[in-house]
């Protein structure tokens, strides 16, 4: 005699395979995030001459994941990155910094493997060696061989961008934690690492520091805050940590601005939220704020796509990162190409930066 199962047992069944497979998925993504699961990355680093032809390759292997985050020229011509590392497919990140001589190879790779987390901002300083600072807080000295002077930690404090005083000292830029939300920071460190002064911007709300400028007219710093929710906020602040002017654009989207000084003042490039009325949605589209040299608003224009991309020292700017496409664009200020560079045989999946180079040429910073 055959047994039959009935419908009743056959939805049974169905429940209780796709309860099994719930718990399992839930057990596996719990157990990845637990243990700060990372995909399997190398870093690529791409030299091109002022021309855009390709000078060369160094691919960054780890076995298993390395990033970095940034990329800085020293005055000898060298290349200081910074980032992390894994060394289990599913494991631990640690602040890591590599110093690439001109022609790409590798003189020093120093793996902080006391040290949790990642490089968030990486600068060259006066004594020829480097400031790291890492998203758990910790600022570190390094020699001219990265290898570890001394280091400070400031808890709940990351630094996206450093600048060097005259002193030797660092002015740090990024966010702080209060009650577990970050709100826009800057902080002064003298050469010892000693805190000189400390400014959280509450009043600004939720958000970080994307970018900081000396200011060659006025002195201090100008510096770029974006919204957690969108908004950016331009200010200045001087040699003791106070606001002298402020400028906010609250309908800036937060994701990539651009901000440089020009000839005759100062460029903001971003993306703003408009509603359109017609079709009751709402568009992004982006924009250029032209400043004047006293910080003054000239002119508010509309602008095509193509100039957001990487600026350079020339004024105008690098395309990379186009979809399904390799292919590297340098367009003049008035966005006229001047050449392109076809990188489809480099293995990469993104670029992180563009920077030029102290030679006229470009270096690219991809993963």
């Known amino acids: ?28 993504l719990f157990s990845m995030f637990q243990l700060d699961y990372e995909p399997n990355r190398d870093i690529v680093v791409i030299k091109l001459d002022p021309n855009g032809n390709l000078e060369w390759v160094r691919r960054i292997m780890a076995g298993f994941d390395a990033t970095a985050s940034s990329l800085v020229e020293t005055s000898e011509g060298r290349y200081a990155l910074g980032g992390q590392i894994t060394h289990e497919r599913i494991g ?30 990486l600068i060259s300083t006066s004594d020829g060696g480097y400031a790291a600072w890492t998203d758990y807080g910790k600022l570190m000295r390094l020699n001219q061989r990265a290898d570890l002077r001394w280091n400070r930690t400031f808890p709940g404090v ?12 660092i002015i740090a830029a990024g966010s702080a ?20 002064w400390q400014n959280i911007s509450r009043e600004i709300g939720r958000g970080e520091v994307r970018w900081i400028l000396k200011d060659e007219d006025e002195g201090g710093y100008i510096i770029g805050a974006s919204g957690k929710l969108g908004g950016i906020f331009v200010s200045g602040i001087n040699q003791t940590g106070h606001f002298t002017w402020m400028i906010s654009f609250n309908d800036a989207l937060r994701n990539s601005p651009i901000f440089r000084a020009t000839p005759d003042g100062y460029s903001l490039i971003f ?21 004047d ?28 990162d186009q979809p399904s496409s390799k292919w590297i664009l340098k367009m003049d200020i008035n966005e006229t190409e001047s050449w392109a560079t076809d990188l489809n045989s480099i293995n990469y999946w993104g670029i992180q930066s563009v920077t030029s180079t102290s030679d006229g040429g470009y270096i690219i910073l991809a993963y």
């Open 1 to 28: 005699m055959v047994n039959k199962i009935l419908p009743s047992e056959y939805r049974f069944l169905l429940f209780l395979a796709v309860a099994v497979s719930v718990v399992v998925a839930g057990l596996l």
């Open 92 to 121: 631990r990140q640690h602040p890591r910094v590599v110093i690439l001589a001109p022609t790409g190879e590798i003189l020093w790779d120093r793996q902080l493997e006391e040290t949790k987390g990642e490089v968030t901002s």
């Open 158 to 169: 990351i630094a996206r961008v450093m600048v060097e005083t005259e002193e030797g000292g």
């Open 177 to 196: 934690q209060i009650n577990e939300k970050s709100y826009p920071s800057v902080e002064e460190l003298d050469g010892q690492g000693n805190l000189v």
């Open 271 to 291: 993306w703003e939220e408009k509603k359109d009325q017609a079709n009751q949605r709402t568009i992004s589209e982006p924009f250029e704020i032209i400043l």
């Open 293 to 320: 040299k006293n910080k003054n608003i000239i002119e508010k224009r509309s602008i095509t796509d193509r100039r957001l991309g990487y600026p350079t020292i020339d004024g105008g700017y690098i395309l990379a």
